[in-house]
């Protein structure tokens, strides 16, 4: 399967309970029906409903994931989830549309967004190997004009006040911020992984980089976190649970 399938919820339900007793599709309503026919055209499902000989390892990997990686971001004042089942071999990644930061956006945009999460989420089936790197496009790791790993932000700055910026672009700046990284875009996003306790916070500060959050007692510290050492953060992330199960 090389482009991404849409589902819904209930799509991908009906996918997992196939594999145990196929539904007909006139026995389906409207909805399921039409995801129903996605997933024959997919080539997940055969013509009597029944799950495909070639798609039984991607339903064992969401209903039995070896790993299983999480990223939750807070876009303005809603938020977004991504998901990766990671077997053995092959890995199930369900993605609603992508949280990066793309050129010319202000902040203004990305604090003021508040469009709730979309009812359908894209379905890729890839190699183990290529989670990471879906995960990385989607929150935007990757190479782009940033200064990230030149300094450090003063810091620390109150966590109130960070979740209050990233939701409202008119929040005055906090001591420890800075102004420069206090007008970009901003956008937060954290990741983890199960089995084992991996986990992680990261702030986009648009043209300034990309930010590890880390806890200070009843502050925030940020600490420069360059496109590279995001990359390994979440390998060794996966690393570490699939040591871990």
């Keep these: 399967m090389t482009e991404p399938l849409r589902l819904t919820r209930d799509g991908l339900r009906l996918l997992l309970e196939s594999d145990g007793e196929p539904y007909r599709r006139r026995e389906l309503g409207p909805e399921l029906a039409e995801q129903y026919d996605r997933l024959v055209a997919a080539g997940l499902l055969d013509d009597r409903g029944r799950v495909e000989r070639d798609a039984r390892h991607a339903v064992e990997t969401l209903r039995r994931p070896d790993v299983r990686m999480e990223i939750e971001a807070v876009v ?44 359908e989420f894209d379905v890729q089936i890839v190699p183990k190997s290529w989670a990471p790197v879906a995960a990385c496009e989607w929150v935007g790791i990757g190479p782009r004009r940033q200064r990230s790993g030149l300094r450090e932000a003063p810091g620390p700055i109150d966590p109130a006040a960070l979740r209050r910026r990233l939701a409202d672009a008119s929040e005055p700046v906090p001591p420890g911020a800075g102004a420069e990284l206090w007008e970009q875009p901003l956008l937060m996003w954290g990741v983890r992984t199960e089995p084992g306790d991996a986990h992680a916070l990261v702030l986009d500060g648009g ?14 510290r940020l600490l420069p976190l360059p496109p590279y050492e995001a990359w390994c953060m979440l390998l060794t992330a996966i690393t570490q649970a699939y040591r871990s199960g």
């Excluded at 809603?78 to 089942?85: C, D, F, I, L």
């Excluded at 043209?207 to 925030?220: I, P």
């Design 207 to 220: 043209v300034t980089g990309l930010w590890a959050v880390v806890e200070v007692e009843s502050a925030v």
């Design 76 to 119: 303005g004042r809603t938020g977004r989830r991504w998901y990766a089942a990671m077997g053995e071999t092959h890995a199930v990644v369900l993605s609603p549309p992508g949280i990066a930061i793309g050129p010319g956006v202000d902040a203004e945009t990305v604090a003021s967004f508040d469009e709730p999460p979309p009812a």
